[in-house]
């Protein structure tokens, strides 16, 4: 018999352990969550405060709400910082990005009031817009804006996904000089680079002119003329450092020149010449994708897995290395269990 830190009395065996602590579904918390999300009931699954309820993608099925605490927002912020310097660690020195270069991260986010809560006031939504739901961990905000092409405050102010991916691509094409080019799933991966062949014209004149009154979607979808008259003073001043008028309209000849060889590999790295990598999770059952996001990379450009992978619970691993699919397991973060490979079609299997 074994001890706990407490004194309690543990476990004499994995076996014991196994009868004490059953498997566990979802269904098992619901009544739980419920009570905490339509009730407003506290210290239920948890003695410190829930900030946020992520939604779960409903891949297997209905969807879930699953509780976080601050403890875990931070984990987040610290395990994307680890994956960052993992994979810039694994590339020579001399190819590391330089201060004055950026980073195209595609950002997803909303403004406060737009969040749907629970019944005491906690923010509801997916994990990837939860730095928009408020703002204890400003480091954490900050994760996501700082070198960026585009800052978390401006997307949050376009709550139409197509619209909000047109503009960060026309910042980020209009930045010549990025070192990574990255999004979190495959599919969202292969979406920006088709939007980028299918509005690359209106994405020119954008550049061009500074001015996003050519862009369809942005008239379509955007009715605050302020905020416009602000991306467009953004995207001038973005390209002042770089040869203003001069360097918008070569950029633009550049981005249509290259967007006109159709079929053609290394769209990317054609684009942005200095681009260092581009990843997305392209591991497990993402490797579908991985051959079309390749051809999309070309030879020149290497794809690498995200250096963190996170899940609807929160985070679950950092990248072990950039030549592998392989991540290092983050046990303090969430709950994981382990199951025979042979076990995985038993509804009850051990752990």
């Excluded at 942005?218 to 009715?223: A, E, P």
């Excluded at 250096?307 to 950039?322: K, M, R």
């Excluded at 592998?324 to 079609?345: A, G, N, R, W």
Aim: charged letters at 20%.
């Amino acid at each position: 018999m074994h001890h706990t830190a407490s004194g309690d009395e543990g476990y004499a065996s994995i076996n014991e352990f196994r009868e004490k602590v059953p498997l566990t579904t979802y269904e098992d918390y619901r009544a739980y969550i419920d009570r905490m999300v339509f009730d407003g009931e506290r210290n239920l699954l948890s003695s410190e405060d829930i900030v946020y309820f992520s939604t779960s993608s409903g891949t297997t099925g209905k969807m879930k709400l699953l509780p976080l605490v601050a403890e875990t927002m931070k984990k987040i912020g610290e395990s994307t910082r680890i994956g960052t310097a993992i994979t810039r660690r694994s590339f020579p020195p001399s190819s590391l990005p330089v201060p004055e270069q950026r980073t195209f991260n595609l950002l997803s986010g909303k403004k406060t009031e737009m969040f749907q809560r629970s019944k005491d006031g906690i923010p509801i939504g997916p994990l990837s817009q939860s730095f928009s739901a408020f703002s204890s961990i400003p480091r954490n905000r900050s994760l996501f804006s700082t070198n960026n092409t585009v800052t978390l405050d401006m997307i949050e102010e376009i709550p139409d996904f197509e619209t909000s991916v047109f503009v960060q691509l026309v910042f980020a094409l209009a930045t010549s000089n990025i070192c990574s080019y990255s999004t979190a799933l495959p599919p969202v991966f292969i979406h920006t680079v088709k939007m980028i062949e299918n509005y690359f014209d209106e994405m020119s004149l954008c550049i061009s002119y500074a001015n996003f009154a050519h862009s369809s979607l942005v008239q379509n979808n955007i009715s605050d003329s302020e905020f416009i008259a602000s991306l467009n003073r953004t995207l001038n001043e973005a390209t002042v450092k770089y040869g203003g008028e001069v360097y918008r309209l070569e950029r633009a000849k550049h981005i249509r020149n290259e967007c006109l060889k159709k079929d053609a590999a290394g769209i990317l790295h054609r684009l942005w010449p200095n681009l260092i990598y581009a990843s997305a999770a392209i591991g497990s059952t993402f490797s579908m994708y991985k051959k079309e996001v390749q051809f999309y990379c070309g030879e020149r450009l290497p794809l690498i897995n995200m250096g963190v992978y996170i899940s609807s619970e929160g985070p679950l691993g950092v990248l072990a290395s950039i030549h592998t699919d392989e991540y290092f397991l983050l046990p303090t973060c969430v709950f994981f269990e382990f199951i025979k490979e042979e076990d995985v079609e038993q509804v009850r299997c051990p752990s």
